[in-house]
């Protein structure tokens, strides 16, 4: 039986291509595309019934949640969270739950408020482009800057750069690395300098790891499995 990733572009399915290739176990990659309204093609249904990436099978095996999918795969075949330091093994869970609980709702409503008035008819456009600009500055922009320096006092505090504290990825990292490349992506303008070398170290490191001799699958492989990377 083969582990699959139900991999939808551009999308948090990214988190597992990357977990898979850190742990080096094999896996194929079933591709999907998203449909002209940005939503995910209704095959991935017939997989889980939510139709959201990513999803993991294994024969009759169906995981869903890329949280879930993380904990599982690290339980299985990762080092274990119990052999860090107890204070490292709590900014793991917390980073691990923080990144969909707290900072992905953040930069979603952000991406919403922009979304309504990008799709809106043209003679609407420009009344809901002042009304959603508006509630955006009011009620989001001051959500991010402060979760910008939270996160950004958080990284400077890691001795080895990643959410842990370690100097080898954990649960959380393989998290947090989609908010964050969604938040340098798309508001560029409020993004800290740390997030900004947190994110060009993993890239590097992925980068590298395409010379892995032993590796099963390698990177470069996977992310053309996976098809081009916009948020990268
Ligand atoms: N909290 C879920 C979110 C899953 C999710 O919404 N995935 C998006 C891609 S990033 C999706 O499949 N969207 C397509 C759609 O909703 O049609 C997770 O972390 O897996």
Known sequence: M???VHHLDNSRSQRILWLLEE???PYEVK???RDAEHHAPKELK????LGASPVLTEGDFVLAESGAIVEYLL???GKQRETLPESAQIDDIYFTHYAEGSLMPILLSKI???MIPERAPVLLKP?????FDALSHRLVTPQLRTHREYIEVRLGESEGGFFAGGS??????????????LWGKMFPESFGPRCREYIDRIHERCASQTSIPSATTELSDSIEKGGEYDLF
């Open 2 to 4: 083969v582990l699959t």
């Open 23 to 25: 742990l080096q176990v």
């Open 31 to 33: 591709p999907y595309k």
């Open 46 to 49: 017939d997989v889980h019934i």
């Open 75 to 77: 339980r299985k075949y």
């Open 112 to 114: 919403i408020y922009r």
């Open 127 to 131: 009344f809901l482009w002042c009304i």
């Open 168 to 181: 080898e990825p954990t649960a959380a990292d393989f998290m947090m690395i989609f908010p964050l490349e």
